[in-house]
């Protein structure tokens, strides 16, 4: 049975990357042979998309559960109470950035004006 990993992936400019979850980009390298699929016409491009069992359009219900991310992260530098950087590593030593970036987004949008 095949294992099942949810990667998130990120195109910037004509590249593809990994967004981890660190917020870093990987490189994605494929093994596609381009020119073949650039001497196919656009039916058979398709027709041979349509036969790869993991390569299946998503359905509307799939598509309702993707989620957009920019794939932009600045680097600052912020000083914050030890307290608050320790309760939100107690969540986790790994990602604790992250959450903080989270909480920081989600009171971003609600503070946000319209229009």
């Known amino acids: 049975m095949a294992s099942s990993k949810q ?9 593809l990357y990994e967004s981890l979850p660190d917020g870093v980009l990987k490189p994605l390298k ?3 042979d381009w020119a073949r699929v650039d ?8 027709a041979a998309a349509l036969s790869d069992m993991d390569g299946q359009p998503l359905t ?21 109470d030890a307290d608050v950087v320790e309760w939100f590593k107690s969540l986790g030593q790994r990602g604790y950035q992250t959450r903080m970036n ?9 503070n946000r004006k319209v229009g």
């Open 7 to 15: 990667v998130n992936i990120v195109k910037v400019g004509d590249a």
């Open 30 to 32: 494929g093994n596609s």
């Open 102 to 110: 989270s909480v920081l987004r989600r009171y971003m949008e609600a």
């Open 39 to 46: 001497a196919m016409t656009e039916e058979q491009v398709e």
């Open 60 to 80: 509307d219900e799939e598509w309702a559960k993707v989620k957009l991310v920019d794939p932009f992260k600045m680097p600052v530098t912020i000083r914050l």
